[in-house]
């Protein structure tokens, strides 16, 4: 929304959700329009519509025992209105990568309203015989997750499908972590009808490229791991990411024949949730590049993401070309225009993003600069 545009009333709750569900492209425009906050939104939309399908699954289940029933569908309420805000985070996070730009309520806005067939449809966990219509009709919010891309988040067309496709695994991901943690309450008062998902075999993506579901399940692993960690570095007041100065040592003064000309680091969170940065200009006559090295840290479950998306993208027109694919396990992505101007990044070890990127000779004197910062030396730094 622009500064003089009119200000945009929101419609009433089931308006709202018949707008969605029925006319989404209309509708997403508006939603980008409206003036909100976060906590408006969780308010007045989330903490209601999250409630259907908490609320059916207590009723459904109840068969099963009340203590049972209501234990695990208030978790799984919980555990909703913290998924929608951390699927948000992802949505954001990822913009650049997706040539998108950073917004957090617009982020949170995409990832409410996308949820509302799922949530709509979990009216059909009343009949466990007809959960399996909720699931398929909750995959309707991956079209709308599709669509609202594009507007809210100002994707490109073109990267409007990958954005999404990575946001979902993300979802994925962020569901078998759920399952994980709402499992072991439900097992207390179910007798074991419930066990954490075991996750096996691949599923394909249209388009190329497929879904390691065994590497998938590792990642969630990871993920509650560094959960765990997160909160012991929050009591003790400590940061889970290595120290911005030992990454910046990490930075060589020159690379061939280009000169480090400028160097900075930077702790990019506390309490074990961020990580740390370091950064380093290189100049060689007119041709310059920055080299970076970013530890995510506790975050970096979210990375693992990449070893189970093994997703190979090609691109090539007359002005250059970009690519994705992995390498020994390692997530590459790698990009060149014709003018000289590049880009190259290898993830290592689901932790450390080393990216360089600027005006140069070839793509070459940009793998050189992240061979550079030394992978085994990064692999040690993980263990």
């Not at 979802?171 to 972590?177: E, F, H, N, P, S």
């Not at 399952?179 to 179910?190: C, D, E, S, W, Y």
């Not at 790698?334 to 600027?358: C, I, T």
Request: cysteine-free; hydrophobic content about 50%; aromatic content about 8%.
């Amino acid at each position: 929304m622009n500064p003089g545009d009119p200000v945009v009333a929101p419609p009433s709750l089931v308006d709202r959700v018949k707008n969605i569900l029925i006319t989404p492209k209309e509708e997403w425009p508006r939603i980008e329009a409206e003036p909100a906050t976060i906590g408006g939104i969780y308010t007045s939309y989330v903490l209601i519509l999250a409630a259907i399908p908490a609320i059916a699954f207590a009723i459904g289940m109840h068969g099963f025992g009340v203590a049972f029933a209501l234990s695990t569908a208030i978790t799984q309420y919980v555990m909703s209105l913290v998924g929608v805000f951390v699927i948000s985070l992802i949505i954001d996070w990822l913009a650049p990568t997706f040539g998108a730009v950073k917004n957090p309520l617009n982020a949170f806005k995409v990832a409410a309203y996308s949820y509302t067939a799922s949530w709509v449809a979990g009216i059909f966990l009343i009949l466990p015989a007809l959960s399996v219509l909720a699931l398929l009709a909750g995959l309707y919010s991956l079209y709308l997750l599709y669509l609202g891309l594009p507007v809210l988040m100002k994707a490109p067309a073109d990267k409007a499908v990958s954005y999404t496709v990575v946001v979902v695994i993300a979802g994925i991901v962020l569901a078998v972590v759920i399952a994980a943690v709402t499992a072991p309450i439900a097992g207390l008062f179910g007798g074991g009808l419930y066990s954490t998902p075991t996750l096996t075999g691949k599923v394909d993506i249209p388009g190329g490229g497929s879904v390691d579901l065994g590497k998938l399940e590792q990642a969630a692993k990871q993920m509650e791991a560094n959960a765990k960690q997160m909160e012991l570095a929050a009591k003790t007041g400590t940061s889970a990411g290595i120290a911005p100065a030992a990454l910046q040592g990490l930075l060589p003064e020159t690379i061939g024949s280009y000169r480090r000309t400028s160097i900075e680091s930077q702790s990019m969170g506390a309490a074990g949730v961020g990580g740390s940065q370091a950064e380093a200009r290189y100049e060689a006559g007119d041709n310059n590049f920055r080299l970076s090295v970013t530890d995510m840290a506790a975050m970096g479950g979210l990375a693992a993401m990449g070893a189970a998306l093994n997703v190979q993208s090609s691109k090539q027109t007359e002005d250059g070309y970009e690519k994705t694919n992995t390498i020994d396990g390692r997530l590459v992505n790698e990009k060149w225009h014709n003018d000289g101007n590049g880009e190259f990044g290898m993830l290592v070890k689901n932790r450390f993003m080393v990216q360089a990127e600027g005006k140069v000779a070839s793509i070459d004197e940009l793998k050189g600069a992240v061979a550079a910062i030394g992978v085994g030396k990064l692999e040690s730094m993980a263990n």
